[in-house]
């Protein structure tokens, strides 16, 4: 099986870590708090590796939109058994407005340019919760999406997906090329062995613009205030 | 019978002699005033007969009850988990437990109990382990739940004193969000209270980096036996103005004054916490390990603890865990606390990588965020949970020479053969301290007497601590000859009789019944 598969890799505050408002209402305070990679994407990697341990596709290639500190994911990635790395640079204020709309533009021209056959994404970031990444990708690229997935087999050129929704477990056979978007029980995400840090150092991320791939990231949103929700009353 | 002159061994043989002697004259109905959970016949951790104490009466009641109104209990149903230890292997009878809130209302209750001769049992998080904690017979139970006050806390020196009914967790939480943190962690901080802790010196996982509490604890607030109020709570960090009188609560065990309040010197939080789990194939390997750890990571590192096999199987079984490694004979787990996370991670993946190719280390990961770090402690921190799964669990708790502590495991191992179920070790290897733990699916008496008093006598031999964190409580108690010489007992012996003349503050703990 020659299949390319994209992964993105969010860097998100880790989801241990008491969140805090800044005192301006803008956000939540970001500066030294403790990040890490997205629950959800840890999952989405650990099958993409999978299906390489399984040889049914040759390379998995982790992606991740920000600033210079999302290499620390995507080697954490790389360490978990990617192949390579693609750090797409955004920082400042495009950074703070990224979102959904402007993430799915830049994977779905990845795509195109890496001739990818698969992307695997989590179904949503635990930092705004959006659930809209996938989806949109899908659309922008019009291929067929498996989203909610809790299992997933290839079966030649298309992917059987167990999706998990509201009213039990629906299953479907997609075409490939296709965008799936992990969900909790998809599996349990491997540590990362020492032997498998130390490859992960020789590993290779290459650096790329949102404007090198055609793509503006400039948002239409604008967020008017952030606060905290009032505790809720103790019986 | 004077006993001065014989071996630990020969004393521990001749008081079953003494035993066995009385069940040929025919005592052996067992007596009704010792706990039914401990076989009472030869054995030295079980308790000996009730000491003639006042048992409560309706009068006391009615003391208690105008001084701690509705905090006096007496309901047998509430008071049924403050008299059984978190092991549930000793249980007692007390039928009062009060819940003072002030040392004011110590003092009180202290003095009232000492004129009427009542004993009593003080009472934290009652989560130790050698059943210090829980009365023996009727001893009124005198807990430190209601004395959880944060009293003051000083960002500059990075002084706290608070009340010593503080949930350890609590305290952790409070300094956290002020960007320190307590000197001492242990797996039971969830319940455990800092007066509890500060009475049984507990060491815990930081040891290795922050000391023990008898360095960090700067003052102590205690009352004593006839309700005196000792106030030594300074919070200075020197302090060299005649005997220093804390040193004699820490590690007391409730049993020369009940620890009201206490100011402790907190370090401040690391801004970069790392945790590596690693594979050893042997102890040897292990040892060496360490060795590298201490020269290339030396500051930074703030603990080295290790499991066994055989915990790693009870901790997959019982609580589900994963290894997140291959199976190894041995695993490490290490945890570096700095200021900059760049320059400790460097250190840390030279240090990795020195392990790694040498082959000192057969696997390994490592864990640089919150939910992963927990995850990796927790493969540490339940194994003791994971224990009580198997049945009734043997605790010992040895201070050994570095080089010789797993010996003690492997003879112990060939020493039991059938007769236990598992025989596990694990524990603050940086300390040499091992936590060894022999299980069978029920209490067993002729598996304790294999085990006792060889464990003791090894560990005499290599001149090692019996006791080493845990303390001696109701079950060690007699045990202390083997790490302790006679003149030294003897000079505790005093100075009890000093502080507690009637013998009032958790009667049967920490102490033998014979001093000699």
Known sequence: ??????????????????????????????????????????????????????????????VSCGPQQV??????????????????????????????????????????KEQADLIILGKQAIDDDCNQTGQMTAALLDWPQGTFASEVTLEADKLKVVREIDGGLETI???????????????????????????????????????????????????LKVEKLKEAGRI | MNVRHYTPRQQIALFHFVIILQKLKGHEEVNPETPY???????????????????????????????????????????????????????????????????EEVSQILRYCNERNLAVCPQGGNTGLVGGSVPVFDE?????????????????????????????????????????????????????????NVSTNAGGLRLLRYGSLRGTVLGLEVVLADGRILNCLATLRKDNTGYDL????????????????????????????????????SFQQLLETFQCCRGMLGEILSAFEFLDASCMSLLEKHLKLTNPITESPFYI???????????????????????????????????????KIKALWSLRERVTEALTHEGYTYKYDISLPVEKIYDLVQDMRGHLGDMAKNVVGYGHVGDGNLHLNITSPSKDPALLAAIEPYVYEWTSKWKGSISAEHGLGL???????????????????SIKAMLDPKGILNPYKTLPDNIH
Request: hydrophobic fraction near 40%.
């Open chain 2, 333 to 371: 787990v290490i945890e570096t606390a700095g200021s900059n996370a760049t320059h400790d991670e460097e250190k840390l993946h030279k240090f990795l990588e020195e392990v790694m190719t040498s082959s000192l280390v057969t696997d390994g990961t490592v864990a640089t965020e919150a939910t």
């Open chain 2, 37 to 103: 959970t401990s076989d009472t016949v030869g054995n030295p951790g079980a308790a000996p007969p009730r000491l003639p104490f006042s048992r409560v009466t309706q009068e006391d009641l009615a003391f208690f009850r105008t001084l701690l109104p509705g905090r006096t209990i007496t309901d047998p149903d509430l008071l049924k988990s403050s008299n059984v230890d978190w092991l549930k292997t000793v249980e007692g009878n007390s039928e009062v437990l009060l819940r003072p809130k002030t040392t």
């Open chain 1, 173 to 223: 056979k997609i075409n490939l090329p296709a965008v799936v978007t992990a969900d909790l029980r998809l599996n349990t995400p491997r540590y990362a062995t020492l032997p498998n840090i130390m490859k992960a150092k020789k590993k290779k991320i290459t650096n790329v613009k949102p404007a090198d791939l055609g793509v503006d990231v400039s948002s239409r949103l604008e967020v």
């Open chain 2, 246 to 281: 804390k040193q004699l609560f820490i590690g007391s065990e409730g049993t020369l004054g009940v620890i009201t309040a206490v100011s402790i010197l907190c370090p401040r939080k690391p801004k970069a916490v790392n945790v590596a789990f690693l594979g050893c194939s």
């Open chain 1, 71 to 112: 290499q620390e994911t995507i080697r954490t990635a790389l360490a978990m058994g990617a192949d390579r790395g693609i750090h797409v640079e955004v920082s400042g204020k495009d950074y703070e407005t990224l979102g959904p709309l402007q993430v799915s533009k830049i994977f779905a021209a990845l795509a195109k």
């Open chain 2, 140 to 196: 009124i139970i005198l807990s430190t739940s209601l004395m959880k006050q944060v009293i003051t806390f000083d960002n500059i020196s990075g002084i706290l004193t608070c009340q010593a009914g503080c949930v350890l967790e609590n305290l952790s939480n409070y300094l956290e969000e002020r960007d320190f943190i307590m000197p001492l962690d242990l797996g039971a901080k969830g319940s455990c209270h800092i007066g509890g």
């Open chain 1, 1 to 62: 099986m020659s299949a390319r598969v994209l992964v993105g890799v969010k860097r998100v505050i880790d989801y241990a870590v008491k969140i805090r408002v800044k005192p301006d209402r803008t956000g939540v305070v970001t500066d030294g708090v403790k990040h890490s990679m997205n629950p959800f994407c840890e999952i989405a990697v650990e099958e993409a590796v999978k299906l390489k341990e399984k040889k049914l596709v040759k390379e998995v290639v982790a």
């Open chain 2, 475 to 493: 079950k060690k108690r007699n045990y202390i000859y083997y790490s302790k010489p006679s003149e030294a007992v003897a000079l505790m012996g």
